[in-house]
Structures are given as structure tokens and as C-alpha cells.
């Protein structure tokens, strides 16, 4: 099928179910950005959506459907973003149009597209995507840094809305692995100019610190446990979480998976596994860059968490769903359609019947989640969900334990590891 054909039918299902489960009550905070007023003061920075809003509202004032409508607008360029980011990665159109399609209709993010506070997250990432798409059309382009320039601009716009894609710039150099090798060192450049811009914009605007946010943990040996045990564990959790989330709501299935000892289990074993089919190309395999990548826009959503005082207590919902994955799941949209395009071209799909029975089973996986599973209620902002007389959210972290313990495992797979290449390298000088 072609994208001109495969496109609008992803669009179609996507807007279904996002029609379905929206709703058209204004939050508090809602209303604020309506007005100008950014709810907190950790979303100061936040210019170009605040914008966006009060000229919206300004135009045909606080018109709910306008607002839902325009959000739906930009996750829709989002997901051709994706559909097309993805062919051009992984030279793959089965995969891309997975991964659009995943991308698209996904109960996990759906409230980032519900939750009209949450715009600044879907914003953010249409300038992210835009400036990867960028990158990409310059690394084959003559007049790469004219290409490059608009990246630039496209990413410092991006952090003016959501501080999530501090960390994009990692993607424009380990993307470049898979290509010639010289392009490294242009990408190597983009790369660290970009994120020099970034590191600026947020120790000079963002500014954190202001508001007792102690930075000096990162620096801790808890925030290496931290980010170690979440990285790969975080990316397999979502995997697995996103088919389950249109059989059950999947708040309690992250809960247990996000716990440290889940949590902690699956990195050692990918760890081991990954040891255990160790080899060395030339080149950066794809799933190594793909891991860098997702590692790269989820360390902002670890850091938050691991920084977030202990007086803070947010609802579990709110840290488990939502705007928190949404970037993310652009890289997760393209491992899941990857691994769908591999099953579908293997030797168990070689008869049509069986191919059928999936696309059937994926539609029926698709209507119970629009017309029984969920209802707009599930996807609402806190303020409007809870009401004003909601008691104290009960204080949930996973971040918590014998972190020396479990780093000490993570050092014996380290350990394997180097032995591991230290026997390669010498039997290739052989």
C-alpha cells in the first residue's frame, strides 16, 4: 500500500479514537493557559504554546473543540513525521507505517492529546521531529548546514516548550552511525553546537534550581543506580505495556513493572543477554543507535522524577502516563514497527491466512479499547477528574532500596563484558 493510502487510513483510526475518549471540560490550568498564565511556575518557560493559546483564544475564544482540534492537528503532523522519519531510518515503509500507526493510536500518551495542558509536550515534539527531519535531508544534501540551520532553529524553538528534548542533539550524531563515515564529523559538530544551546538555555532561562531543585544529586551514586536500572528496562517495559493497554487500563501493570526489583531484573538480563550475543561491525548496528536514541529522550523524564522533592507527592497516574512517554514513544514506535515488520516478512507469516487472522485480531484489539475498555473519564486532567476536595496522592517513587547491592550486579555484568571484548579483540589480532 502506498503512504497516500496507508496514511489517511492511520489518521482516520487515530482521530476515532481520540474523538471518542476526549472530553470538554477545562481544567483549572486548562483555563489558565487560555489566558496567558502559565499554571506553575516550573512552565515559565514554556513562550510559543502560551502564545498558540491566547491567540487562539483571543480569535474565537475559550472554544473547547477549537482547542482539541488543534492539538489533534499537531499530533497528526507528528505521526507523518514519524511515518516518515522511520522509512528514511530504517528503509523500511511495512515498518514505518507501524510505527506511524502505533505512534498515533496509543491509550498510554493518549491523555497528552485530552489533557489541554499537556500541548506543550505534543508541540514540542512536532519541533523535535521537524528538526530530525531536517538533519536528515541535510546529511545528503550539498548545502547541508543551510538543512542544518533550520535544525538548529527548529530545536532551539522545541525548548521553548518542553524542556523534554534538552537531550535531541544525541540523536542528530548516532544517527549519523549508520551512514557514510564522513559525515560523523559534521554531525559531531551539529551535535555539540546544539547541545551547547540547550545546556544555555537551561542554565540561563530554564533555571530550575530557583525553585530547590537540588542538581548536584545527578551526581550521586543513587542517581546512577537510578538511571542505570531505568534506561533499557523503562524501553522494554513500555514495549510490552502498549498491546496490554488496549485489554486493561496500564497504570497497574506499570506500577509493578516500574518497582526496583522488576525494574532491576529486566536491565541485568538484557545486560546478560546482550553480553552473550556480543559482535563488533563496522558500523553501529541499528539497535544499539535506537537504544542511544531512546536513552536520550527518556533521561529528562529520570532525572524529573529522581530530583522531584520528597514533599512532592504526585498523583501515580500523572507520572505513569501521558505527556511523560509521549517523545519517547516516537523511538518505541519505531523498535515495535521494526519487530511487527520482521514478524510479518518471516517465514511463520509466509501464508496470507495467518497475516489475516493478525490484521483481524489488531481491529478487534483496536474497537474493544475504543468502544468498551475506555470512556473520556480515563483520560482527563487531575483538577477536573478528582474534583477540589481531592485528599493528598498517595507518595509513590521507585526510586528507592539498596541501590549498592544492585550496583554491584551491574558491575559483575560490566566485568563479563570486558572480558567479553578483551577475547575478542585478541583473537581477531590473531
Not at 477545562?26 to 512552565?43: C, E, K, N, R, Y
Not at 535531541?168 to 546544539?194: I, Y
Not at 535506537?290 to 530530583?307: C, D, E, G, H, Q
Amino acid at each position: 500500500m502506498k503512504p497516500a493510502v496507508i496514511l489517511p487510513i492511520i489518521l482516520v483510526l487515530g482521530f476515532a479514537f481520540f474523538a471518542h475518549n476526549a472530553h470538554l471540560q477545562l481544567a483549572s490550568d486548562d483555563i489558565g493557559w487560555l489566558h496567558g498564565q502559565t499554571p506553575t511556575v516550573f512552565d515559565e518557560y514554556r513562550v510559543i504554546p502560551r502564545l498558540l493559546f491566547t491567540g487562539l483564544y483571543g480569535s474565537i475564544g475559550p472554544n473547547v473543540i477549537a482547542i482539541l482540534a488543534m492539538i489533534f492537528f499537531f499530533h497528526s503532523l507528528n505521526t507523518v513525521l514519524v511515518y516518515v522519519l522511520a522509512a528514511s531510518f530504517l528503509r523500511n515503509r511495512l515498518a514505518a507505517a507501524m510505527a506511524g500507526c502505533i505512534f498515533m493510536i496509543n491509550p498510554i500518551t493518549l491523555s497528552t492529546l485530552t489533557w489541554i495542558s499537556c500541548f506543550s509536550y505534543v508541540l514540542g515534539t512536532t519541533f523535535a521531529l521537524t528538526a530530525l527531519f531536517l538533519f536528515s535531508k541535510g546529511k545528503d544534501s550539498p548545502r547541508k548546514w543551510a538543512w542544518w540551520a533550520g535544525c538548529m532553529a527548529c530545536y532551539g524553538a522545541g525548548l521553548l516548550c518542553c524542556h523534554e528534548i534538552l537531550f535531541l542533539p544525541v540523536l542528530f550524531f548516532v544517527w549519523s552511525w549508520l551512514g557514510e563515515t564522513e559525515q560523523l564529523k559534521p554531525a559531531g559538530w551539529l551535535s555539540g553546537l546544539a547541545m551547547l544551546l540547550g545546556l544555555l538555555v537551561n542554565f540561563l532561562f530554564y533555571r530550575f534550581d530557583r525553585f530547590g531543585i537540588e542538581t548536584g544529586q545527578l551526581f550521586s551514586l543513587g542517581f546512577m543506580a537510578a538511571f542505570a536500572s531505568s534506561v533499557l528496562s523503562f524501553g522494554l517495559i513500555l514495549i510490552v505495556a502498549y498491546p496490554i493497554s488496549f485489554f486493561v487500563p496500564p497504570i497497574p501493570f506499570l506500577t509493578n513493572a516500574f518497582s526496583e526489583p522488576v525494574r532491576w531484573g529486566l536491565t541485568l538480563a538484557l545486560l546478560a543477554a546482550g553480553v552473550s550475543l556480543f559482535k563488533f561491525r563496522k558500523q553501529a548496528p541499528l539497535w544499539l543507535v535506537l537504544v542511544l536514541s531512546f536513552t536520550a529522550l527518556i533521561t529528562p523524564y529520570i532525572i524529573r522524577f529522581y530530583l522531584m522533592p520528597a514533599s512532592v507527592n504526585y498523583d501515580i497516574s500523572y507520572v505513569l502516563s501521558g505527556r511523560v512517554f509521549y517523545l519517547p514513544f516516537v523511538i518505541l514506535a519505531l523498535v515495535e514497527g521494526m519487530l511487527l515488520s520482521n514478524l510479518f516478512q518471516s517465514r511463520f507469516m509466509q501464508g496470507r491466512v495467518v497475516g489475516w487472522l493478525l490484521a483481524l485480531a489488531a481491529m478487534g484489539a483496536y474497537l474493544y479499547a475504543l468502544l468498551i475498555l475506555y470512556s473520556p473519564r480515563d483520560f482527563m486532567g487531575l483538577s477536573v477528574l478528582h474534583g477540589g476536595d481531592q485528599s493528598p496522592p498517595v507518595s509513590w517513587n521507585p526510586y528507592r532500596g539498596n541501590q549498592a547491592a544492585w550496583l554491584a550486579s551491574l558491575g559483575l555484568i560490566a566485568i563479563m563484558a570486558g572480558v567479553r571484548i578483551y577475547f575478542y579483540y585478541r583473537k581477531k589480532s590473531k
